[in-house]
């Protein structure tokens, strides 16, 4: 029954409409035997190996499955209902399997390695070049060179290490879902904004109560956190929050084992393959040349950062004291006294500008720039969707030829897991019949209207668009027709996030946000002055927003690094150690915040969580580009961002696209400046 089943059906856009989990058993299943028949049958070939005999037919053949899987993920992801988490949770351990066995094939690591010795290699493209360099690399992190024996218990880790970071995040998304705070009391809404005080009241009458729901997804939990006057209410799901999948909550959603175990097998891994921590494993396909570089950049932001972060927060203590008689600032308290802080400083509240962003408004003004900087026009689009929120666009060239495509799933749902993110649903290659298109998701977790009036966005959640569709442009202007190197594809970690934070600059520019505000219920733009107080208060806290990164980062690479998982010292005392180090704030022994902190333990970012300071220092460099051209949206300045590093994808080394477009060297210097923390 493979013919009809949707998910193996390749011709063109994923069939929504169509898949079930019903279909992903059979369909992964054929297409792995597919796959173990293909590396077979190139590996036992006794033809000398080349591109277009060996390298070729191989990428062909994984694709297929890791385009059904990624579907698979992505529905686990949107959409996490028992069937469908279940489905996915069934096959993870055969893909994870699969994809262990063909690192370790070492007859396939000396095909690749005879053609990066061979005749034919100074004769490929730069980009095939690139994708060889890449294969021979990762075969040897994927243990291809350890011994027979050794090779089961690699393939092992690899495995458990997949079903633990699958479950880590289900707990986290269940235990999210598990509390909810019920409010009967009008006078606990006190200072919370009036969309805020509807959605919750809709989400109360949805679950048959009295009262007004408030929950621990983003746009109900932080609006509580910045607003709400009621300290009690603060508190309450401040602590909910910071104790999710913990030992504070139901055994089966703790996550603290998860995190030594998965500690524990990283550390095993990394020594298999002869490295002395995971950390060193983590940096071999990254820009940062060591541990040591990545420490000292960490270490040398956070000098830099901590005198206005203990600035910030001395301010903000005062202001407590005197104005809202709070003696001892609490975790709780933080997120609240900072916006009426910002309110007396600035006369401006993130909840004045909230009205302006409706969300029609908001995607024009976003498609404007990107239009305005790449020579593009988007276009809405028709497509099976998987939920009825989601959008579908198409994005053509000057000429009218399609260039890409993507998926927009704006709004928070319990089944969706948090945060924002972008993914490749089909990625640019060449084939026999012409160009594939690439096919991007960007997925948020925004507010959803509310009272028959459009979705309106804070400017964080702008920002936070802008962000990932950064990343989809990343992926979708790519003009690299090798699969291994086209988009995203083999561009190292630590500089993915250089176009994503990019995008982030445009929401500062008067004329862009002008051009996409308009009142909720006036239609009235934003006003001059308006602009003006957030302008003012761009840099507000960003001391204290600095080295909480820092203390992430910092975290997370020493977590990676030389810690022992299995010593006395325990995750939550390193974690007190980095704090007491940069840090301004200290929060209750009770937080449990890695807990949730899935960048690390479930989304790819292990020993890599500094990458976003590392990408801010190249993003700032390269929007300064712009800044001393005078022109945010100079033509020549654009073109040659877009042909040096959107373009460009994974078919060169990050530094060298970035230097071929800024001429030098990064500095980090843009990167203080656009936060404030320059002194003198």
């Known amino acids: 029954m493979t013919d009809s089943n949707p998910l193996l059906d390749f ?344 009205p302006y962003f409706t969300e029609p408004k908001v995607l024009a003004g976003l498609f404007r720039v990107v239009e305005s900087l790449y020579g593009v026009h988007i276009k809405p689009d028709s497509a099976p969707v998987w939920h009825e929120d989601v959008r579908f666009f198409r994005i053509e060239d000057a000429r009218g030829e399609l260039v890409g495509q993507f998926y927009l799933d704006p709004y928070a749902r319990e089944t969706k897991r948090g945060g924002a993110w972008m993914d490749e649903a089909i990625s640019r290659r060449r084939l026999a019949a012409g160009v594939q298109k690439p096919v991007a998701y960007l997925a948020c977790n925004f507010p959803r209207p509310v009272g028959g009036k459009p979705a309106t966005f804070s400017h964080s959640d702008v920002e936070t668009l802008f962000h990932e569709t950064g990343h989809g442009l990343h992926h979708l202007l790519t003009r690299v027709e090798e699969l291994g190197v086209s988009g995203i594809h083999g561009v190292e970690w630590d500089a993915v996030e250089l176009p994503s934070q990019f995008m982030e600059n445009y929401c500062w520019e008067w004329d862009v946000l002008r051009g996409m505000s308009g009142h909720v219920d006036t239609g009235a733009p934003l006003p001059r002055e308006l602009f003006d107080k957030m302008l003012a208060a761009r840099n507000f806290q960003s001391g204290m927003q600095t080295v909480r990164q820092i203390e992430f980062s910092l975290f997370d690479m020493l977590l990676h690094g030389d810690f022992d998982p299995r010593g006395e010292r325990g995750v939550l005392d390193l974690l007190d150690a980095v704090r007491r180090e940069v840090a301004v704030t200290f929060p209750p022994e009770w937080n449990r915040f890695p807990n949730s902190f899935s960048h690390i333990f479930a989304g790819g970012y292990a020993a890599g969580y500094y990458s976003y300071k590392w990408a801010e220092v190249l993003s700032a460099d390269s929007y300064a580009a712009f800044e001393e051209a005078g022109d945010p949206f100079d033509p020549e300045v654009g073109r040659r961002f877009l042909d040096e590093i959107i373009a460009a994808g994974g078919a060169r080394p990050a530094l060298e696209n970035f230097r071929a477009f800024r001429g030098r060297d990064p500095e980090v210097d843009a990167l203080l400046r656009h936060s404030g923390m320059i002194t003198g």
């Open 11 to 354: 011709s063109g856009l994923p069939r929504f409409d169509a898949i079930t989990p019903a279909h992903v058993e059979p369909a992964i299943v054929h297409l792995l035997a597919d796959n173990r028949a293909l590396v077979e049958r190139l590996a036992d070939d006794p033809q000398p190996a080349s591109w277009d005999g060996f390298a070729a037919p191989l990428a062909d053949g994984i694709e297929r499955l890791s385009r059904a899987w990624g579907i698979v993920g992505h529905l686990h992801g949107v959409n996490d209902v028992p069937d469908w988490r279940e489905a996915y949770n069934r096959m993870l351990p055969d893909v994870s399997r699969f994809y262990a066995e063909l690192g370790q094939n070492l007859k396939l690591y000396a095909k690749y390695k005879a053609i990066l010795e061979g005749a034919e290699y100074p004769t490929l493209s730069p980009a095939r070049r690139r994708i060889i360099d890449n294969e021979v690399r990762d075969f040897r992190l994927s243990g291809a060179e350890l011994p027979e024996d050794q090779k089961p218990r690699f393939q092992a880790i690899q495995e458990e290490l997949a079903s633990l970071a699958a479950k880590f995040s289900e707990n986290v998304l269940d235990a999210t879902n598990a509390f909810a705070e019920f409010v009967t009391d009008e006078a606990e809404l006190a200072g919370l904004p009036a969309d805020v005080v509807q959605a919750a009241r809709e989400a109360a009458e949805k679950d048959g109560r009295a009262g007004w729901k408030f929950t621990l997804h983003m746009p109900s939990y932080w609006p509580v956190l910045q607003f709400a006057d009621s300290r009690r209410l603060r508190a309450a799901l401040y602590r909910a929050s910071a104790t999710r999948a913990s030992e504070f909550g139901p055994a089966e959603l703790d996550n603290t084992p998860l995190i030594r175990r998965i500690l524990e097998l990283r550390q095993e891994e990394a020594r298999m393959l002869g490295y002395r921590n995971f950390a060193e494993v983590s940096l071999v396909p990254k820009m940062a040349e060591s541990v040591d570089q990545v420490l000292g950049f960490l270490r040398d932001l956070a000098r830099k950062a901590k005198p206005f972060a203990e600035k910030d927060v001395a301010e903000l203590r005062d202001f407590a004291r005197r104005e809202l008689g709070l003696d001892v600032l609490e975790p709780w308290d933080m997120g609240y006294a900072s916006e009426k802080l910002r309110q007396a400083r600035y006369a401006f509240s993130e909840q004045d500008v909230k």
